[in-house]
């Protein structure tokens, strides 16, 4: 009994140093369990999507306003995306979207809010379009003292995916302020 206890004794030092070795920096540490992944940064906006087709860049993009309807105190118009560049292009998402006043184009008031799910890629051949649905309200509407009414020139316009905007003229008014509601609403880019 006394040997079996000395045995069992000498086995678990054994065991102990080993392990010991292991942590105290003077051994090699232990292989990982899995290889570590490194991060990847995400994709530039003119990298090919899922489908293989870049996304279409701002400068490959021209933006205009489509034909409007009035209903419920708003204006709908399609927000129109050209593509101008030699190469077939897509958009997917919600473009940005705000009301810009001055020689300096600054933004007035709340950029546009997004509406609805946003859809799949759309692509876009040289001299095709694809749209964006775009409610713009009447923000007569809204209380004058918290809307700070305010003469824009037009809209500042981020396709999906880019920082670089576009400048799309149109005389109206915007709120300066913060109304209680969206001034601007816009959907997702869909073929038109």
């Known amino acids: 009994m006394k040997t079996a206890r000395a045995a069992l004794a000498a086995v678990t030092l054994a065991v102990l140093g080993f392990l010991g070795t292991g942590c ?3 051994g090699a540490p232990a292989a990982p369990a899995a290889a570590p992944t490194a991060s990847t940064p995400p994709a530039p906006a003119s990298a090919p999507t899922q489908t293989g087709t870049p996304s279409c860049t701002t400068g490959e993009l021209s933006a205009s306003l489509g034909e409007g309807d009035a209903g419920a105190g708003s204006v709908y118009r399609s927000l129109v995306f050209t593509n101008t560049g030699p190469r077939t292009c897509e958009l997917r998402g919600f473009p940005g979207v705000s009301y810009v006043a001055g020689d300096d184009g600054h933004r007035v008031g709340p950029a546009a809010e997004m509406s609805g799910e946003r859809g799949d890629q759309v692509p876009i051949a040289p001299g095709a ?29 981020y396709p999906p995916g880019d920082t670089a905007s576009l400048f799309v003229p149109m005389e109206g008014t915007g709120c300066a302020g913060t109304p209680p509601g969206a001034q601007l609403s816009v959907r997702t880019v869909q073929a038109p």
């Open 129 to 157: 379009t694809a749209v964006a649905p775009l409610q713009l309200v009447n923000v007569q509407n809204f209380d004058p003292v918290v809307c700070r009414p305010q003469l824009v020139r037009g809209l500042r316009v």
């Open 24 to 26: 105290s920096g003077g």
